[in-house]
């Protein structure tokens, strides 16, 4: 059956070779396989038949009853169109070809009754359809009238080859005759008989040809599931080989450092939230498998500590920990506020960096080796070849998906005989559905709850227009003593541009402020001086910083007060949620200030809208799904899991996503190898899915 499936489009009857090139290059379309899962991006109900006097504009689709009573052939050269008046009862409507002139024009027939569909144009008085479906009712081949009709995603080059909807949908309808009684099903039927799922077959036939309602919802309830229960039953398969595999160290004890820290130390009491997530992790801790933990807070949640916590458990239990983060001014800031928290304590805490000078890397490296060293902060100069731990237990990583796939996996390589306890570390909130399905291989923990006292940031949305009022308000805030970020989007595409309109607002900003001191840092600057720009701003030299969105996550600087935010209708809501968590930091009233043009389109301004809203990174989140999709979904390309679904939708499939986290608990829980005879199918189709894919679990 594999190989039916993987077999040339070509070779389908009304395609040949021309065609098959057409719709592998245009829309990804090769073989028997991907024209079946090729799925219609929605279905016209043409059950209604509309009057001409009924025709509007504003309606997507119409399908019309009458005949054509004239037809004539216009213009010259790339003007030249077909066109012809249909008329019904009530009146006329114009049709248009532009391609195909000569076929239309000769198969056309005058006062022949036809079934006319497509999109409704209007031009002065005059409403026309350019390049309509239509149906001959006296010789019909295949009538989509009275029928859900599948619309399917083409091209203009196809468009002008008459590979359109109806061509994809005809083909698809071959395909499934020919398939009949030789599609294998993908699920047990212990598992579609029990939840009376279609089978494969019925659900593919259904989804492309459908015969009404109903059956149209459970094809495609039936295939989002099979879909979502792969992915989850990967990754869940995955994390529990990988916990049988590997021998967990064993961190009981609850000792003074940790108590110390708790209960003398820390200047304010832990969240009820964080002591859940500390709790889960001292579960973890003690269970004898190796974690592999992610936590996810919003910027001030208090991640630090809880991590400061955990490697604190390492180090009573007479183990080293380490924590790693991406850049060199973010190790320094977690560096210098766990050596303050750490300084009345027993607990040695040394950085580690690309810049610490030759001597004292030697005297790191061997403060590691001989165990006096217990808590190790840098970056991925921990990974380096002469750092090994004498007794690595609990390696911290902040924001994950900056590090390479290959950086964090030379983590689990420190200890020579037991892996370390991974726990992660993400400011980007991930909704919840995203979460279940992205990360099944890890254990998610959710601070959800900010410490009390916190001052939420007030976001406003100025038009251009009201620039002079803001730097009014920009002067009054560094008068006050605070500092302020200016940030330009800086979009690959038209990165030339956005370098200039950057350069443009740096000079604009020198000009109406020519007595401050005015920082600037973008992608073109060398690290270093990336890194000096940087310094100055934390540091308090500079009263304004001028960047792109090179700030980055986790940057601290309490006195910052203003984000100002250029362009903001060009920024995700999840790049704007991070950015506007730069200010916030200290016990200042801060603001962040999304500036726009005046003409935002439809999703831009509700994005702009939910910023002025909200502050909940989880709401903004899942908001964000609803509006991108989970593929552009901050976390999701820098995964290393691919979220290609064709057909699930995470934004609106929630509870399909919580059904397939439970079936594959249930079936793992009783079958952990799928060894059982009945699980043979699930057994075959993760095979199948894992001999193409790295381990991805053994590296989250």
């Not at 009146?91 to 006062?111: A, C, K, M, P, T």
Request: aromatic share 8%; with cysteine.
């Amino acid at each position: 059956m594999t190989n039916l499936l993987d077999t040339d489009i070509k070779y389908l009857p009304g395609m040949g070779e021309h065609r098959a090139k057409v719709f592998a290059k245009e829309i990804g379309v090769r073989t028997y396989r991907d024209l079946l899962y090729y799925f219609p991006y929605k279905h016209i109900d043409r059950t209604r038949i509309y009057k001409t006097v009924e025709v509007s504009e504003h309606l997507p689709y119409i399908q019309l009853k009458g005949v054509i009573t004239s037809k004539t052939i216009e213009g010259e050269g790339r003007r030249k169109r077909l066109k012809a008046t249909f008329r019904d009862p009530y009146g006329e409507i114009e049709l248009v070809w532009f391609n195909s002139i000569q076929y239309f024009r000769d198969h056309l027939s005058l006062n022949t009754p036809y079934l006319v569909f497509g999109k409704p144009t209007r031009f002065g008085n005059t409403y026309s359809i350019a390049h309509p479906e239509i149906d001959d009712l006296k010789n019909p081949k295949q009538s989509s009238v009275g029928k859900l009709y599948p619309m399917y995603s083409t091209t203009e080059r196809m468009k002008k080859m008459s590979l359109n909807s109806k061509f994809i949908n005809e083909l698809v309808s071959k395909l499934l005759d020919l398939l009949k009684d030789k599609l294998p099903d993908t699920l047990p039927r212990y598992i579609t008989d029990h939840y009376n799922m279609l089978s494969l077959y019925e659900a593919l036939r259904q989804i492309h040809l459908p015969e009404n309602e109903d059956m149209l919802r459970r094809a495609s309830a039936r295939l989002k599931m099979e879909e979502i229960f792969y992915v989850r039953l990967r990754m869940q398969y995955l994390k529990e080989r990988r916990q049988n595999e590997n021998q967990g160290i064993l961190l009981p004890k609850v000792g003074d450092e940790f108590r110390r820290l708790y209960s003398e130390v820390l200047p304010f009491d832990l969240t009820n939230a964080q002591k859940r997530v500390i709790r889960e992790i001292h579960t973890d801790l003690q269970s004898g498998k190796q974690m592999n933990r992610l936590v996810q807070g919003d910027v001030g949640s208090g991640k630090t500590i809880v991590a400061l916590l955990t490697m604190l458990l390492a180090v009573d239990n007479g183990y080293q920990a380490c924590m790693m983060a991406p850049t060199e001014i973010l190790a320094r800031q977690h560096y210098e506020s766990l050596s303050q928290l750490l300084a009345p304590l027993d607990t040695s805490v040394r950085l580690l960096t690309g810049s610490t000078k030759t001597k004292e890397k030697r005297e790191i490296a061997r403060g590691i080796a001989d165990g006096s060293i217990n808590i190790l902060v840098g970056t991925h100069a921990l990974i380096e070849d002469y750092v090994q731990f004498r007794r690595l237990a609990v390696a911290v990583i902040d924001e994950q998906h900056r590090f390479g796939v290959h950086q964090r996996s030379i983590m689990w390589e420190k200890n020579n005989h037991v892996h370390p306890h991974i726990l992660i570390m993400s400011a980007t909130p991930i909704p919840r559905t995203l979460a279940m399905t992205l990360y099944g291989d890890l254990d998610v923990s959710i601070i959800d709850e900010l410490p009390p006292g916190r001052t939420p940031i007030r976001t406003q949305h100025y038009y251009e227009s009201k620039r002079p009022e803001l730097n009014f308000f920009i002067r009054d805030q560094i008068e006050a003593g605070r500092q302020v970020y200016v940030v330009y989007p800086l979009i690959e595409e038209s990165e030339k541009m956005d370098y200039k309109s950057l350069e443009e607002g740096f000079e604009m900003l020198k000009e109406a402020f020519p007595t401050r001191t005015i920082g600037i840092v973008h992608g073109k600057l060398r690290p270093s001086e990336k890194e000096e720009a940087m310094t100055l701003f934390a540091s308090g030299k500079t009263d304004i910083l001028v960047a792109t969105t090179v700030i980055e996550v986790g940057v601290n600087v309490p006195n910052a007060t203003v984000m100002v935010i250029e362009s903001a209708e060009r920024f995700g809501l999840s790049q704007l949620h991070q950015l506007r968590g730069r200010v916030g930091r200290g016990s200042n009233q801060s603001y962040c200030i999304l500036m726009t043009g005046n003409n935002l389109g439809e999703e831009s301004r509700k994005r702009i809208d939910i910023m002025v809203e909200t502050t909940n990174g989880f709401r903004i989140a899942e908001e964000d799904l609803k509006l991108r999709g989970h593929g552009d979904m901050e976390g999701t390309r820098q995964s290393g899991i691919g979220l290609d679904f064709k057909i699930a939708n995470l934004a609106k499939d929630g509870r399909i996503v919580q059904f397939c986290v439970n079936l594959v608990e249930q079936i793992l829980n009783d079958d952990p190898l799928l060894e059982a005879p009945h699980n043979a199918v699930l057994q075959a189709q993760l095979t199948a899915l894992l001999r193409h894919e790295k381990d991805w679990g053994l590296i989250s």
